[in-house]
């Protein structure tokens, strides 16, 4: 799967955090990040595998399954890759394109995350609204599961703070 | 419940070095390594250690040179070409006999390159820069878990040789997460009745250094450390080795390149093909042997690197004209798909160039063909 969007949306941090919890389901997983000369605004992506088997390449050129766009350049690279009856997340907030024709070929759920993550108080949580929406979707795991790795990888005195408004973000995703 | 953690390659490196007793590194930024200064600037102080960002890699090297001479476990790294500025600190180091862990998180050159992944450190690593005859130990991890394996083993091997020892990784390995757990072996118990620790007249002094202007005495060093190579060369080699018999051909690669081959030879199992990996986990000392026993079934043997073509001479010296030996490379910092490397094999067992061509742009293409022209070497 390949999560995608502008530096800053916390794209990287949702990779990480899925693959976390797939890790402490006791299954393998691979997180590689597209590193460079990136900064806040510019572009960032990064890819998870999760297999029940030894992880091979750690590189998802092709055939993804499930994208998580979080911007339109992201949609307009990744997308062509996405495998037929695969799942693309998309945050409508920012993304107005017309997926209709697509329809057919992948499952297309448009989540108006930005919107959302203003509307409760902070637009940097619409990554946890797009988080919602893939465990809506694809049912992998919870909201206690991505909780419990919230409390332990920003369970700090400077961010702890910031979890409950995380989890609501959340929640009013999974609505 | 598991003892595994998320983490990067980097990091882990930088983690298990403390935990292996690293107790000095020195060092200058450089992408795609910057992580390992990092969390050794944030960690190592506050665990007995000391961190100094050297004003240059030339200066990390040489600082190096000094708190090893005091035996204690000391650690530099750095990207291509900071580690091609470190190379005279290398060849003084191998001459002083210091044991020292350098980590190569390469990228892409010649020159200032790019940032992103490449095996063309190969030469650098195995062969050395520096000037002199000399050697240096280069372990290549593909897997997390293995770096952080791989850099107590180092330690280890530097101390019990007293040489330096090289982990040479790409920017992916570095900067990708798995998860890994952490497992500390204890130091080996290693001679230190050379060091420079402050002599209170209990001792003759001991010295330190790569100078010897007789001749005589300086071929009687050599031919001490070539004995020292040889056993490292008879006793600590390692390699992945999955070619079984009724594999036709033998995939060499190293590095996260090698799990890209993996996939490669899993989808082409699924068609009928079958070949197997070897993955040399020392690129120095080089598992040569392994090209000598391979089931007779083998007819061929495809080296695939991120580069143009380095490795592929060792495993040629290996081979040693038993079965042509075929390359394929991406460089620059493009990174192979296993599609890449299967058309490749499907090229070689059966004789004909797939229906579109792959890789893109046709350059690579015309330097494959160049290779596999040669036939047997």
Request: one cysteine or more; aromatic letters at 6%.
């Amino acid at each position: 799967m390949v999560f995608s969007g502008f530096g800053g949306q916390g794209i990287l941090v949702l990779g990480e955090v899925v693959a976390t919890i797939a890790m402490k389901k006791g299954k393998h997983v691979t997180w590689i990040p597209s590193y460079g000369a990136e900064m806040r605004g510019g572009t960032a992506n990064c890819a998870v595998i999760i297999s029940d088997r030894v992880i091979g390449s750690p590189m998802v050129q092709s055939d993804i399954d499930i994208l998580c766009a979080m911007n339109k350049p992201s949609v307009d690279k990744f997308l062509p890759k996405v495998k037929d009856g695969g799942l693309v997340l998309v945050n409508s907030s920012i993304v107005k394109d017309d997926f209709s024709a697509i329809c057919e070929k992948v499952n297309v759920l448009e989540i108006d995350a930005t919107n959302i993550a203003v509307e409760i108080g902070n637009p940097r949580v619409a990554n946890m609204v797009m988080l919602a929406g893939f465990i809506k979707k694809t049912g992998l795991f919870t909201l206690e599961n991505i909780t419990e790795v919230l409390y332990e990888r920003f369970g700090g005195a400077r961010s702890k703070d910031l979890i409950p408004l995380n989890v609501k973000a959340i929640e009013r995703g999974l609505e | 419940m598991s003892k595994k953690v998320l983490m990067k390659g980097n990091e882990v490196i930088a983690e298990a070095a403390i935990q292996a007793g690293c107790k000095a590194f020195f060092g200058y930024p450089i992408t795609p390594q910057n992580e390992i200064p990092e969390y050794m600037s944030a960690h190592i102080e506050r665990r007995n250690g000391i961190f100094v960002q050297a004003e240059s890699e030339v200066a990390a090297i040489n600082m190096c040179y000094g708190a090893a001479a005091t035996g204690a476990r000391v650690m530099t790294s750095s990207s291509s070409p900071g580690m091609a500025l470190k190379q005279e600190g290398i060849s003084y180091m191998s001459g002083a006999d210091l044991p020292v862990l350098m980590v190569n998180v390469s990228r892409c050159g010649p020159g200032l390159g790019g940032i992103l992944p490449a095996q063309g450190d190969y030469f650098m690593a195995t062969r050395g820069g520096g000037n002199g005859d000399y050697r240096t130990p280069v372990f290549a991890p593909a897997y997390i878990q293995e770096c952080s394996d791989l850099v107590f083993h180092s330690f280890d091997i530097a101390e019990k040789y007293r040489t330096p020892v090289m982990i040479l990784l790409d920017g992916m390995l570095g900067q990708m997460m798995e998860p890994v757990e952490i497992r500390p072996t204890p130091p080996i118990e290693a001679d230190k009745s050379w060091v420079v620790d402050g002599n209170t007249d209990k001792r003759p002094p001991n010295i330190v250094n790569s100078l010897s202007l007789l001749g005589d005495v300086l071929e009687q060093q050599n031919l001490i450390r070539f004995e020292k190579y040889a056993e490292i060369e008879r006793t600590e080699c390692m390699v992945e080795n999955t070619v079984k018999d009724g594999d036709e051909i033998a995939v060499v690669a190293y590095g996260v390149p090698a799990r890209i081959v993996s996939n490669a030879i899993e989808e082409l199992s699924a068609e009928g093909i079958r070949a197997g990996l070897i993955r040399p986990i020392t690129l120095w000392p080089f598992p040569y042997d392994v090209f000598q026993n391979l089931p007779a079934s083998v007819k061929h043997v495809l080296v695939a690197e991120l580069s143009m073509g380095q490795m592929v001479e060792d495993v040629k010296l290996g081979v040693n004209g038993k079965y042509p030996v075929h390359f394929y490379g991406r460089c620059g910092g493009m990174v192979f798909d296993p599609s890449e490397i299967a058309d490749k094999v499907r090229e070689i067992i059966k004789g004909h160039t797939p229906a579109e061509p792959v890789p893109r742009n046709g350059k690579p293409s015309d330097r494959c063909t160049k290779h596999t022209k040669g036939g047997a070497q």
